[in-house]
């Protein structure tokens, strides 16, 4: 499986951006898609992940924020992040599981895309 994400860029605080990440190769062995990000010097986090069957789960950071959603014919997930926080800045990774939970470890995606850079100028 292969993951290409994009839509990565600057805005500013109070924007809005929406990251994309296709998969493409064996699909149907995945279950879970999900978003981490890793700022400079920090550890990679989770951002959010949805189910096959579109059930979400978001990070109290981005909660009432950022919304999550995929589209299992295009085998594509989307991140819409609006309200955007200079904080969130960091560059962010679209990962696929194989398993059905919702997990928030990186180590539990079997899959990973290329990061994608978002900045948010103050």
């Known amino acids: 499986v292969q993951l290409q994400a994009s839509g990565g860029g600057l805005a500013q605080a109070g924007g809005s951006l929406r990251l994309s990440c296709a998969a493409s190769?064996?699909?149907?062995?995945?279950?879970?898609m999900g978003w981490f990000r890793q700022a400079p010097g920090k550890e990679r986090d989770f951002v959010a992940a949805?189910?096959?069957?579109?059930?979400?789960k978001y990070a109290d950071s981005v909660k009432g924020r950022f919304t999550i959603s995929r589209d299992n014919a295009k085998n594509t997930v989307y991140l819409q992040m609006n309200s955007l926080k200079p904080e969130d800045t960091a560059v962010y990774y679209c990962?696929?599981?194989?398993?059905?939970?919702?997990?928030?470890?990186?180590?539990?995606?079997?899959?990973w895309g290329q990061g994608t850079l978002v900045t948010v100028s103050s």
């Open positions: 949805i189910s096959w069957g579109g059930v979400p």
């Open positions: 990962a696929a599981a194989r398993r059905s939970f919702l997990h928030i470890v990186p180590g539990e995606y079997d899959y």
């Open positions: 190769g064996r699909t149907s062995s995945i279950y879970v």
